[in-house]
């Protein structure tokens, strides 16, 4: 059911907190995930994912959901944030990652729990569900993406350059021209190689392409973290290792061709009107093979969560499965 609420005044983020809990959990590898607990310890359980890959957590997810009805666990994936090794792609796949959410279920003693993800975090979300679904009670998505080819050519290729001309020029400048047919390539294998200063160079052209284009306000609202080089290595780096791999996934329409194990749980689809990074024809693909799902299409929003109009979305989204 696709549907907006034009009139009704806009929520706004619930007051910050600090967790209750916090470490790293051990995944039988190199990787150590790190995790916190926020909320109240006998809430209601949700695990937030964020976007992608690569990312990490900061306070401000902590703040989507009412603290007083929520236990809001969260964690930064393999390799970025605070987890560790940093922008390490050894193990690091869609399918550790559900491994890392299930081990991180059990150790929380939690039987059931909602699953709110963004952009990757929506994927991660779906694929986690579709793998897990007796262990999901709700799913609250951003963004969708569902990381088809015709989606990384949009943002890589072709299709978003020509919305934010002065970004891309930004975005391609560190690869010559001869290689910039296949951008993903050309960045992988430098992002990948052995020049320590090209490496981070590119990462930061990677991460800056993102940030310049996440807000319908454009480059100047880009958020500082994406031109960090520490935050940068790692979120390029994963990033482009999961996005010429196809996100490991059997097929490239593996999540539509498996919409049906998860139909039944309750899902609310946050989308902007005028995202770029994962445009919302993916949105309304999800939304076609599963009309079930609520679709809540934010005529003035873009991709990135700390738009007002997406803030209001996601908290009447766990206010509603708060009280599912």
């Known amino acids: 059911m696709a549907f907006t609420i034009p009139d009704a005044p806009r929520r706004d983020l619930y007051p910050e907190i600090e967790p209750f809990a916090s470490g790293w959990m051990s995944t039988g590898t190199e990787h150590e995930i790190y995790y916190e607990e926020c909320g109240n310890p006998q809430g209601k359980p949700v695990v937030v994912l964020h976007g992608g890959p690569g990312g990490a957590v900061n306070p401000g997810m902590r703040r989507y959901f009412d603290p007083a009805k929520y236990?809001?666990?969260?964690?930064?994936?393999r390799g970025c944030g605070k987890s560790r090794p940093n922008a390490s792609l050894e193990d690091n796949t869609t399918w550790t990652l559900i491994e890392d959410i299930e081990r991180l279920r059990e150790r929380c003693g939690i039987e059931k729990w909602s699953v709110f993800g963004g952009s990757w975090g929506s994927t991660l979300s779906m694929a986690y569900a579709i793998t897990h679904p007796e262990r999901v009670e709700s799913l609250i998505l951003r963004g969708i993406f569902l990381l088809t080819?015709?989606?990384?050519?949009?943002?890589?290729?072709d299709g978003a350059s020509m919305i934010f001309p002065d970004?891309?020029?930004?975005?391609?400048?560190?690869?010559?021209?001869?290689?910039?047919?296949?951008?993903m390539s050309a960045y992988y294998k430098r992002l990948t190689g052995d020049d320590k200063a090209e490496r981070e160079a590119c990462a930061v052209a990677w991460s800056s392409w993102e940030g310049e284009t996440v807000s319908v306000e454009g480059p100047s609202a880009r958020p500082d973290k994406f031109a960090e080089p520490d935050f940068a290595l790692a979120f390029a780096r994963i990033e482009c290792w999961y996005f010429v791999n196809g996100g490991f996934f059997p097929s490239e329409n593996w999540l539509i061709e498996n919409i049906g194990r998860i139909r039944h749980i309750p899902c609310w689809i946050a989308q902007g009107r005028f995202d770029v990074v994962t445009p919302i024809s993916g949105a309304w693909s999800l939304h076609r093979?599963?009309?079930e799902a609520k679709l809540d299409i934010v005529p003035d929003a873009g991709h990135a969560s700390s738009e007002p109009g997406i803030i209001d979305s996601l908290i009447r989204a766990t206010d509603w499965a708060s009280t599912l």
Request: avoid cysteine.
């Open 289 to 291: 093979a599963w009309p």
């Open 149 to 157: 080819k015709k989606e990384l050519h949009w943002f890589y290729q």
């Open 167 to 183: 970004a891309w020029e930004r975005f391609v400048a560190p690869i010559p021209e001869a290689e910039r047919g296949d951008l």
């Open 71 to 77: 236990r809001i666990v969260l964690f930064d994936q």
